[in-house]
Nanobody, 121 residues
Framework: QVQVVESGGGLVQAGGSLRLSCAASGSIFSINFMGWYRQAPGKQREVVATVTSGGRLNYADSVKGRFTISRDNAKNTLYLPMNSLKPEDTAVYYC???????????????WGQGTQVTVSS
């Protein structure tokens, strides 16, 4: 079994900062992709930022320059410091990890339960 758990959400005023963390644990052999997604009320889930095991980064245009994704491969942990937060950043933020449990095995995507980020104006 693999568990993915996010933490660090909360309520912050516009212009403030939060730092999200995501820890993957369990029967993990390797993780090749990790990412942050978010879903606002009434909207579809969207990608926020992703990082491959090789370090390739990808950001949504709406968060470039404000959010920074990073990962600690040794700890199977993903981070997302978020600065200059805006009310439109309000959403449930989800962590995803593509995990294989054995060498040469297939990777499956595991999701966390989500953490709420609320930015007040």
């Amino acid at each position: 079994q693999v568990q993915v758990v996010e933490s660090g959400g909360g309520l912050v005023q516009a212009g403030g900062s939060l730092r999200l963390s995501c820890a993957a644990s369990g029967s993990i052999f390797s993780i090749n992709f990790m990412g942050w997604y978010r879903q606002a009320p009434g909207k579809q889930r969207e990608v926020v930022a992703t990082v491959t095991s090789g370090g390739r980064l990808n950001y949504a245009d709406s968060v470039k320059g404000r959010f920074t994704i990073s990962r600690d491969n040794a700890k199977n942990t993903l981070y997302l410091p978020m600065n200059s937060l805006k009310p439109e950043d309000t959403a449930v933020y989800y962590c995803a990890a593509d995990v294989t449990i054995r060498d040469y095995g297939p990777h499956y995507r595991y999701w966390g339960q989500g953490t709420q980020v609320t930015v007040s104006s």
